[in-house]
């Protein structure tokens, strides 16, 4: 009995998964994968820079070694996520899928629109141009490129959560709901 229980509730969250087409997508999981990458290396860059500001121990091997190497990591997962971002902005606005198409409306536009691009700008793009340029590749310009991508992961992963939930995907009593929930 418990056993049919507890693959009744496996059943409804893989179905409510499919329901919430936001939420469903070939490239879902690999976005994950580099947002976890993302959040990682933005982790490591935070520990690494009180790490070489504070002259713990081991700092200079830090400096030399362990920085340059986050700011390369940062790179492929800011990237990466801009990367995987627009394909999802772009599919979404394309796509025939009306819970699709309204849910990246409200990220664009919407109610999730303030969050959506404050993570485009000051969790990635920011991020980026200072492991990238030349004047801020310091450590520094990585540990406050670290500090906004993690930021920007937190805030992602809500506007991830929202944004899939936000456009209603049934008509309850032949009523039909607000544009979004």
Do not use: N
Not at 29 to 44: N, S
């Amino acid at each position: 009995w418990f056993e049919g229980v507890q693959l009744l509730a496996l059943y409804a969250v893989f179905g409510l998964v499919f329901a919430h087409s936001y939420w469903f997508g070939i490239f879902t999981p690999i976005a994950m994968l580099v947002m976890a990458l993302l959040a990682g290396t933005a982790l490591l860059g935070i520990v690494f820079y009180f790490v070489v500001r504070l002259e713990l121990a081991g700092f200079e091997r830090g400096r030399q070694l362990a920085i340059p190497g986050i700011r390369i990591l940062l790179v492929v997962g800011l990237v990466g996520t801009l990367v995987l971002l627009g394909r999802q902005v772009i599919a979404g606005l394309l796509s025939d899928d009306i819970t699709l198409h309204a849910a990246t409306l409200a990220l664009l536009t919407g109610p999730l629109a303030p969050p959506f691009w404050v993570r485009l700008v000051g969790g990635l793009l920011i991020p980026l141009a200072l492991v990238i340029l030349p004047s801020t590749r310091t450590v520094t310009g990585t540990g406050v490129a670290a500090g906004l991508a993690f930021v920007g992961v937190l805030v992602d992963r809500r506007v991830f959560v929202s944004a899939g939930q936000i456009i209603p995907i049934t008509v309850v009593g032949g009523v039909a709901s607000e544009t979004y929930v």
